[in-house]
């Protein structure tokens, strides 16, 4: 059984997987050592596992990992990939990036992708048919956006995301989340429909923590897999371990 530990920006995810299939996933502020100690007691089976993480990692959680695991794997940009990696600065590259990547790759392999992760930021990412990761593009995400809006300006205030909105808003609060909202939605299907006029069949994938905030309000159509990158990680940990 595989623990994936995915450390996020403002989230920690993990997942269990059995057999490529996930048992349970996990949402909380922050994994640590006494958290797998008890994970380890509903499920003493694990026997493998993987940690990425964009902030600083906690050592005594590396150390009961290390401990507590047959084969662990600590993920970084010196990590091998089942992928081909063509992006130019590689040590700049986004762990999540790449480890959705390889997710959607696991899921729709030798096909082309585009795999659009909304969270902190929204990040635009291509696959090719031979499973090269090609690049994208970095945009602000939604919450990042509304606190732009307040945070550079000395009267706007913070407005946070709603369901419904009108077209064009008739207070300042309306205006901002009309104006933030709808740009993101003109945003990703403009990008989308970019992309088919060059990949006709490209799949597109959407994931991250705002990806059900915009699920039904794409004109386009989309696959949502809010586990993507947890599947890409635990990819990556098969991959290694079996060539260790």
């Not at 995915?6 to 490529?20: H, M, P, R």
């Amino acid at each position: 059984m595989n623990l994936v530990i995915d450390i996020g920006n403002t989230q920690t995810k993990a997942a269990l997987f059995d057999g490529g299939e996930i048992v349970e996933t996990i949402f909380a502020q922050s994994f640590d050592s006494f958290e797998l100690k008890k994970l380890k007691e509903s499920y003493p089976r694990i026997n493998q596992a993987i940690l990425s993480s964009v902030a600083d990692i906690d050592e005594d959680l590396i150390v009961s990992l290390e401990n507590e695991c047959k084969y662990f794997l600590k993920f970084n940009h010196q990590t091998p990939v089942p992928i081909g990696n063509l992006y130019e600065s590689k040590s700049t590259l986004g762990l999540d990036r790449l480890a959705a990547a390889v997710g959607g790759s696991t899921l729709f392999p030798e096909e082309e992708l585009m795999i659009i992760d909304a969270g902190t930021a929204i990040t635009y990412d291509l696959i090719d048919k031979c499973n090269n990761f090609l690049g994208g593009n970095i945009s602000p995400g939604l919450k990042m956006r509304f606190k732009a809006l307040h945070k550079f300006t000395s009267k706007l205030p913070e407005v946070i995301s709603q369901e419904n909105w009108p077209e064009y808003g008739k207070n300042t609060e309306e205006a901002i989340r009309a104006g933030v909202q709808q740009g993101m939605i003109l945003e990703i299907d403009g990008t989308i429909s970019q992309i088919h006029e060059r990949w006709p069949g490209c799949k597109v994938l959407l994931t991250g923590g705002d990806s059900l905030f915009f699920e039904k309000k794409l004109k386009n159509t989309i696959f949502v897999k809010f586990e993507l990158t947890l599947i890409g990680l635990n990819r990556i940990l098969e991959f290694n371990a079996t060539n260790s």
